[in-house]
């Protein structure tokens, strides 16, 4: 087969799948509908399978043309009468649908399909319906309702009758039978009378024509066939005149005539001959050798010609001229220029609503009357109201580009062009390269724009276009979700029908647009969803009605924009999922164990649908079951960087979610290194990064059966080294033994190509995504401090930590395929190209995951549940502190929580007023306060730091978390943030404001109490501090940050109470069971037992009226309600020793202490 | 047809030329952990990700024989991708250009291009050194040496029909 005939064939699939994406849900609506289907919808369809029929001829793919053409029959016989629209009518065409489809989408093999079975089928029903009627199918007159015989019948057809008699005949006819209003025929014979003297059309136009022969009628004249010319234009007919060369033998014209008019009987009818062979059906009165045929038919020319088998100029099409057409609406008429037909929109004023509904009333009777093959505005979706309808719909030609839109429920007649998505996706390679070439020169021209200042802007400008650009690019890629949604209806048809149940579906959003390779992937998780709701979701419809449903079950299928993300949400009003019984069947697998069900939630239990091997369904069917679904749909779905989420009601029904990214092609993401390779780490599931120095690693990291996992927070986090798994090179974090390979690799990891780090000047905050976080100044500074960073991140719910060396950047990185030599590699997504040119490799954690092995029901889940004792330790050991040194070099500690935030200062924005040093920043004043000389402790001068910028000046001033103080403490610098266990020496060294000292790598540091250095320095809040004595009285304290602990402990002391301790609320409850307190301070979030929870408990102790004041690092109204609600007096921040002092004091007289 | 040569230690090697898109110097890429020894890596080559077969340890030379070569003087041939090849010359291209993705070869030095005739072209002798016959299209006897024609489809591993 030559190179063209491939690129035709190409053409033909393309076409045709998008026939076929048409004809599906159309088919549906026949059977949904039978024989009350629009009109609209069987003429789309007859029309589509004629196409592909008409294409498979001329590829001679006899098989496809074969099976369409019997279709095409059926189908014929529908359009003549929907009444024969039968379950088993729609029955037969779904499945040669199917078979059509699977011989498309392999069409050079389409011949050995075998498609006997179907062919069968629909020709028995062929044969029933035909009982008798004449061969040719389109041919078929039912005696009822019999409007309009003229038309078909040419040889009654009398041409010379005045054309609105004609016209109230018909209509007027069909009208009184189905009872529809009188004024229709006077409208339309309004509209033509009008028309008809105004312009003499006729005339010119049949001039323009190419003269053949004008003897007898003149076929060009469609004012004389008013009639036929309202039916076409209704049905979107076009109107051709056919010249046939007549044999020279007569009784072979007979024949001759009799197989072109039956040919052009299928696809239209015969409206005139001329010479008027009305009474001559043997043609032998025809003396000349040509006979000119004038039909309507959809059809386009060029199809026309190959259907008729003759030569192109003997077929020309008569254009409708515009005011008869705009007499009769819909108007889709063809204009005088023949294709391209995009370019022929012509211009149809939109009729009157009033008019134009009595127009489609008199459509409806029209169409019943049979061999039209009618199309009638493609674009029109189905199921609408046709009164209204065609007003709205410009005139789109019946082009395949209309027609797909209108598939794709996209009414627009925006032109369009077809591009491959080669040339897309090189674009968007280029457009990549684009951004990279900009992001070099935009750093090039910062040295360059100090000679030429005029660079910037043009450098700007390239800036602002290339995104924009890009942007563009992104978005030529986008395609409707419809593309996807649009073969549901079938597929919830078949499963409804198979499982014996009803399920009304219904789509929304079908116009959002995704990225087509997110388009690609969501098809087979979809799929599965669906298959799952169906089977198990919706009960049988008795089941239903019993519990007071409606018969059918309704899913709705919807995609809408969120957050940036597009949402795609599957709901229905189905059994809903029982947790329960969820957690029954995942301990019968074995998957957790019964104390672990007990202690999960609802909604916990909800997810374990998505483990591997847990199907729901009672019996394994051929529908789903097999425990392969719901694991996979989140497995696809991740892989796309998207997310699931599951709600669900027993009862009521289930909701899932799944969040998508518009494109996969540029993705955010954090360049690491690891074993002095750089990767790139996706940031959707990228959950936090912590960082582990040496010196904390024993602490940190250890061994839970041969695992090494790190203690995070209130969980042991399994972890995976990353060079380990991708095999790079020998480095176990936990073993101490492998330092001094660490060592030797350091010069490596500090290649001359990086800049060197800038030491740590920030806010105290935890900043989980702090790329240039490298420490080569803290590390030399502390010696053995060589860190670790672990890159937390969230595999289907499972959380793991991946070690890598450094975390150098965080970049949007564009996207490009893994090179198929390397797809065995489950460690690696993808590729892409770093700023600097280098290629790098995106890793893919869940196959990290699953490379590293890690089992978390092994490890993460037996830590997680299962180890109190060791949580209780792990909690105890960690604190977030900021370091800071003052100028003269003393070190102190300062908790990230009591900060609001850490400003980096010039010096020269300190200025003296009154004798007190102040700081003029962001539009604010705030006193300067040293600490150092406030609590009279000095150091022995500002430790050398090697790496310190001669030029660095700057200071650092802490501005804390208490209200209304409008202060902030200055120190020369901060030199690291950690989290450490702080062991607190309340002895070593003492002074007002201090809480006391720890050492930190040999280095002592101070804690202040921040509070009582303000007090120390003269800083005084607004709010005067609450006189209060609470001398004799015994405050049990409870927080299991030993830190903070000690500081409301600090607070409390320091207006009379005795205090107690407890680490959380367990102990907490037990110290009040056996002690005697008057007042209870405890935080709210703690390991074992929660504020919350330790205050439900309280009534069940002695202390039943305890006052209670709940703490916590940060407060909302929220909290507060709900603090409320739970008993306590007051809820507090953790450190705001004003307000909890406040608290007390107001309590005094209520409760008598 | 024409042939770009190149030497591999003490081998003379050609590959068609219709099959190669362009020669440059050996330049550090990035490597891929957990590929074969024979993937030296990947290159960024005017945006476009081209994985790097290192010719030497394709044909299973072993350390030694990379002892006596400077990695820095060594070349790539970058191949055309099939899309490309058959955009010239389609025969060719479904016929002995399998692979889709841009992919380079690692020589040591470079040679001529030639023009060969493809009768002289004839099946590799028994006794080929230093490659095995499975990657070899022919030899071509010239100048008192032999001159290997490569199968590139076979060195790639790539299948030629299941393309």
Same mark, same amino acid.
């Given at each position: @087969?030559?190179?063209?005939?491939?690129?035709?064939?190409? @053409?033909?699939?393309?076409?045709?799948? /998008? =026939?076929?994406?048409?004809?599906?849900?159309?088919? +549906?609506?026949?059977?949904?509908?039978?024989?009350?289907? /629009?009109?609209?919808?069987? %003429?789309? +369809?007859?029309?589509?399978? =004629? !196409?592909?029929?008409?294409?498979?001829?001329?590829?001679?793919?006899?098989?496809?043309?074969?099976? #369409? =053409?019997? @279709?095409?029959?059926?189908?014929?016989?529908?359009?003549?009468?929907?009444?024969? $629209? !039968?379950? $088993?009518? #729609?029955?037969?065409? +779904?499945?040669?649908?199917?078979?059509?489809?699977?011989?498309? %989408?392999?069409? !050079?093999?389409? /011949?050995?399909?075998?498609?006997?079975?179907?062919?069968?089928?629909?020709?028995?029903?062929?044969?029933?319906?035909?009982?008798? #009627?004449?061969?040719?199918? $389109?041919?078929?007159?039912?005696?009822?309702?019999?409007?309009? *015989?003229?038309?078909?019948?040419?040889?009654? !057809?009398?041409?010379?009758?005045?054309? *609105?008699?004609?016209?109230?005949?018909?209509?007027?006819?069909?009208? #009184?039978?189905?009872?529809?209003?009188?004024?229709?025929?006077?409208?339309?014979?309004?509209?033509?009378?009008?028309? $008809?003297?105004?312009?003499?059309?006729?005339?010119?136009?049949?001039? %323009? +024509?190419?003269?053949?022969?004008?003897?007898?009628v003149d076929l060009r004249n469609l004012e004389l066939f008013r009639q036929a010319l309202i039916t076409a234009v209704q049905h979107g007919q076009m109107f051709f005149v056919v010249t046939l060369n007549l044999p020279l033998e007569r009784e072979d014209r007979k024949s001759h005539y009799a197989k072109i008019k039956a040919l052009m009987e299928s696809v239209g009818q015969v409206v005139a001959t001329n010479p008027d062979i009305s009474g001559d059906p043997d043609l032998t009165k025809v003396s000349l050798d040509t006979l000119e045929i004038l039909m309507a038919t959809v059809l386009e020319q060029d199809l026309l010609q190959t259907l008729l088998q003759v030569p192109a100029d003997q077929i020309s099409e008569v254009p409708i001229p515009p005011h008869l057409a705009r007499a009769v609406p819909p108007p889709p008429p063809r204009a005088a220029v023949p294709p391209p037909p995009a370019a022929v929109a012509m211009p149809t004023p939109a009729p009157t609503p009033g008019a134009l509904e009595m127009v489609a009333v008199a459509a409806g009777p029209a169409l019943m009357e049979p061999s039209h093959p009618a199309i009638a505005a493609p674009h029109r979706p189905r199921l609408v109201k046709p009164s209204v309808r065609p007003a709205k719909s410009s005139p789109a030609k019946n082009t395949e580009a209309a027609n797909s839109a209108a598939a794709k429920g996209a009414p627009s007649v925006e032109e369009t062009l077809r591009v491959s998505v080669s040339l897309l996706d090189e674009l968007i390679n280029m457009a990549g390269e684009l951004v990279l070439a900009r992001n070099q020169l935009t750093r090039a021209a910062g040295e360059v724009t100090v000679h030429h200042p005029n660079i910037g802007p043009l450098v700007q400008n390239l800036d602002s276009i290339t995104s924009r650009i890009q942007e563009k690019v992104m978005q030529a890629r986008m395609q409707p979700v419809s593309v996807v949604f649009n073969k549901f209806p079938r597929i919830v048809r078949d499963l409804a029908r198979k499982l014996g149940k009803k399920i009304d579906l219904e789509l929304r959003g079908g116009d959002v647009d995704l990225d087509k390779s997110v388009i690609e992937h969501l098809s087979d998780p979809l799929t599965h969803m669906i298959r799952n709701v169906a089977d198990h979701a919706i009960e049988e419809p008795e089941t239903r009605i019993e519990i007071g449903k409606p018969e059918a079950g309704r899913v709705e299928l919807a995609a809408y924009h969120e957050n940036g993300m597009v949402n795609i949400a599957l709901i229905d009003d189905g059994a809903g999922i029982d947790p329960n019984k969820i957690k029954l069947k995942a301990i019968e697998k074995g998957q957790i164990t019964e104390s672990q069900a007990d202690a999960m939630s609802d909604e916990e239990a909800l997810y374990l649908v998505f483990a591997p091997g847990l199907s729901m369904a009672k019996k394994v069917s051929d529908v789903s079951g097999r425990g392969v679904g719901m694991d996979v749909v989140r497995t696809n779905v991740e892989k796309l960087g998207g997310t699931v989420h599951l709600e669900s009601k027993v009862g009521k029904g289930t909701r899932v979610v799944l969040k998508l990214p518009l494109t996969l092609a540029i993705i955010p993401a954090m360049i690491v290194s690891s074993g002095n390779q750089r990767f790139a780490i996706p940031e959707i599931g990228l959950v936090e990064i912590v960082r582990v120095a040496e010196s904390d690693r024993s602490s940190q990291i250890e061994t839970v059966g041969n695992a090494p996992v790190l203690r995070l927070r209130n969980m042991l986090l399994p972890l995976v080294n990353l060079a380990d798994v991708l095999g790079i090179q020998k480095v176990v974090p936990v073993e101490e033994s492998e330092i001094p390979d660490r060592r030797e690799r350091l010069p490596d990891r500090r290649s001359p190509g990086k800049p060197k780090s800038r030491d740590l000047r920030m806010t105290g905050s935890r900043r989980p995504s702090m790329p240039e976080d490298r420490r080569e100044n803290s590390d030399r500074r502390h010696p053995g401090s060589l860190v670790a960073y672990v890159m937390v991140l969230n595999v289907g719910g499972n959380e793991f930590g991946m070690v890598v060396d450094e975390v150098l950047d965080s970049e949007e990185i564009v996207v490009k395929p893994l090179p198929s030599f390397f797809k065995d590699n489950i460690c690696f997504s993808a590729t892409t190209i770093l700023g600097d040119g280098t290629v790098s490799l995106i890793i893919d954690y869940a196959g990290v995951m699953e490379q590293a092995n890690i089992s978390f029901s092994n490890v993460e889940r037996a830590t997680r549940m299962d180890l109190d004792a060791e949580r209780r330790e792990a909690l105890r050991d960690r604190q977030n502190i900021i370091l800071l040194e003052t100028d003269t070099g003393l070190l102190m500690g300062i908790v990230h929580s009591m900060v609001r935030r850490v400003e980096k200062i010039s010096p020269n924005l300190l200025v003296t007023i009154g004798g007190l040093p102040y700081v003029r920043y962001d539009g604010k004043t705030f006193r300067a306060i040293y600490p150092d000389q406030v609590l009279g402790l000095q150091g022995t001068g500002l430790s050398v730091d090697p790496n310190a910028d001669e030029d660095d000046n700057d200071l650092c001033m802490v501005v804390p978390n208490i209200p209304d103080i409008q202060a902030g403490l200055i120190f020369a610098r901060i030199i690291d943030t950690r989290e450490i266990n702080i062991e607190l020496d309340t002895r070593a060294i003492t002074a007002d404001g201090l809480f006391g000292s720890t050492l930190l790598d040999d280095r002592v540091i101070t804690f202040p109490d921040v509070n009582r250095v303000f007090d120390l320095a003269g800083i005084m809040s607004p709010h005067p501090e609450p006189e209060f004595d609470g001398s004799g009285l015994r405050a049990l304290v409870v927080d299991d940050t030993p830190f903070l602990r000690v500081l409301t402990a600090t607070y409390l002391k320091g207006v009379g109470f005795e205090i107690d301790q407890a680490e959380d609320g367990q102990m907490a409850l037990t110290m009040l069971k056996t002690g005697t307190y008057d007042l209870l301070v405890t935080d709210i979030n703690m390991p074992l037992m929660d504020g919350f929870e330790l205050a439900s408990e309280v009534p069940t102790t002695m202390h039943s009226d305890i006052p209670m004041i709940a703490t916590t690092p940060s407060i909302s109204s929220e909290l507060e309600e709900k603090c409320a609600r739970a008993g306590f007096v007051a809820c507090v921040p953790t450190i705001d020793k004003k307000r909890l002092l406040r608290v007390v004091s107001a309590l005094q007289p209520a409760n008598g202490f | 047809m024409l042939v770009s040569t190149f030497t591999l230690g003490e081998l003379y090697l050609g590959i068609e030329i219709l099959l190669v898109r362009e020669i440059n110097r050996s330049m550090e890429c990035t490597p891929v952990p957990g590929s074969p020894d024979y993937i030296r890596g990947m290159l960024n080559i005017r945006g476009r990700v081209i994985t790097l077969f290192d010719l030497r340890r394709r044909l299973g030379w072993s350390d030694k024989h990379d002892a006596t070569t400077n990695k820095r003087k060594q070349y790539n041939v970058i191949m055309k991708t099939r899309s490309e090849v058959i955009q010239i010359n389609r025969q060719i291209g479904e016929a002995r250009c399998p692979w889709q993705d841009p992919v380079g070869l690692v020589v040591d030095q470079l040679g001529d291009v030639l023009e060969i005739s493809d009768d002289n072209i004839q099946p590799p002798p028994a006794n080929l050194r230093g490659i095995a016959a499975q990657f070899v299209r022919g030899v071509v006897e010239f100048d008192r040496s032999l001159l290997v024609i490569l199968d590139v489809a076979k060195v790639l591993g790539v299948d030629a029909k299941a393309a």
């Open positions: @087969m030559s190179e063209e005939d491939d690129e035709l064939l190409g @053409m033909f699939v393309q076409e045709a799948v /998008e =026939h076929l994406e048409t004809i599906e849900p159309d088919l +549906l609506t026949l059977e949904e509908n039978g024989p009350d289907t /629009e009109r609209d919808i069987i %003429n789309r +369809l007859f029309r589509g399978v =004629h !196409s592909i029929k008409g294409s498979a001829g001329f590829f001679g793919l006899t098989a496809i043309s074969k099976l #369409s =053409h019997i @279709m095409e029959n059926l189908l014929g016989k529908v359009r003549d009468d929907p009444s024969v $629209a !039968s379950a $088993a009518v #729609s029955d037969s065409l +779904l499945a040669g649908l199917d078979k059509l489809q699977t011989m498309i %989408n392999d069409v !050079s093999n389409s /011949e050995s399909v075998d498609a006997s079975e179907q062919v069968a089928v629909i020709q028995a029903l062929l044969n029933t319906l035909e009982g008798g #009627s004449p061969p040719a199918p $389109a041919a078929a007159k039912p005696p009822e309702p019999p409007p309009l *015989p003229e038309e078909t019948a040419p040889e009654e !057809s009398a041409p010379e009758e005045p054309p *609105p008699e004609e016209a109230e005949a018909g209509p007027g006819e069909t009208a #009184s039978e189905e009872g529809e209003p009188e004024a229709l025929p006077e409208e339309l014979e309004a509209g033509s009378g009008e028309a $008809a003297p105004e312009e003499p059309e006729p005339g010119s136009q049949a001039s %323009n +024509l190419p003269a053949v022969v004008t003897r007898g | -």
